[in-house]
């Protein structure tokens, strides 16, 4: 059980907007740590795609998007495309088990 | 670009030993935090350990608390070198493991080493 809560499945039709929720406690998201945002394609090694919360590394379009807010964080994707389709995996640290923690992951899937 | 390359990786008996390295390249390695996080069906993402870089007044290393005692992290800055040296292994320690950049966060990733303990 991950201490980082994803929805396993979010799916969108081209060119819509999807979002993915990260939820967590106070000990993580709530306790001011940042959150990050990873894309995994098939078959790949995952990609950083949000850094702080909000962060786009280069390179990263910026249809992707982050925010944060109270125990609990979001990644969107507006204008779907069909080369958005990935798992994706939010990230943080826990203060009480003294580690980085990573969601579940979220399969997005577009129509 | 930076580039990060794992070796090492394999079918080992549980019980058994088993060394990764990870060449890394494009970026100066010396001063920075490297980490291991390893990719499992059942688990997804697990960070494993890091390691901090010579911008820090002693190199330490820290770890997840099911590899402790069983795995060590290590490098060599002259070669540009990231080693994760695993004993002990256990089924559970089956997985793709990667090389990453970074501490709290993982800005580059290698392509993954699979590491699979069977008997």
């Known amino acids: 059980q991950s201490a980082l809560t994803q929805p396993p499945s979010v799916s969108g039709a081209p060119g819509q907007r999807v979002t993915i929720s990260c939820t967590g406690s106070?000990?993580?998201?709530?306790?001011?740590?940042?959150v990050h945002w990873y894309q995994q394609l098939p078959g790949r090694a995952p990609r950083l795609l949000i850094y702080?919360?909000?962060n786009r590394p280069s390179g990263v379009p910026d249809r992707f998007s982050g925010s944060k807010s109270g125990t609990s964080a979001s990644l969107a994707i507006t204008g779907l495309q069909a080369e958005d389709e990935a798992d994706y995996y939010c990230q943080s640290s826990d203060s009480s088990l003294r580690r980085v923690v990573f969601g579940g992951g979220t399969k997005v899937t577009v129509l | 670009q930076v580039q990060l390359v794992e070796s090492g990786g394999g079918l080992v008996k549980p019980g058994g030993s088993l060394r990764l390295s990870c060449t890394a390249s494009g970026f100066t390695f010396s001063d920075s935090y490297m980490s291991w996080v390893r990719q499992t069906p059942g688990k997804g993402l697990e960070w494993v350990a890091f390691?901090?870089?010579?911008?820090?007044?002693?190199?330490?290393?820290e770890y997840v608390e099911s590899v402790k005692g069983r795995f060590s992290i290590s490098r060599d800055n002259a070669k540009n070198s990231l080693f994760l040296h695993m004993d002990s292994l256990t089924v559970e320690d089956t997985a793709v493991y990667y090389c990453?950049?970074?501490?709290?966060?993982?800005?580059?990733w290698g392509q993954g080493s699979l590491v699979t303990v069977s008997s």
């Open positions: 990453v950049t970074g501490q709290l966060f993982y800005y580059d």
């Open positions: 106070s000990s993580n998201i709530g306790g001011g740590y940042d």
């Open positions: 702080g919360n909000v």
């Open positions: 390691i901090s870089g010579s911008s820090s007044y002693t190199e330490y290393a």
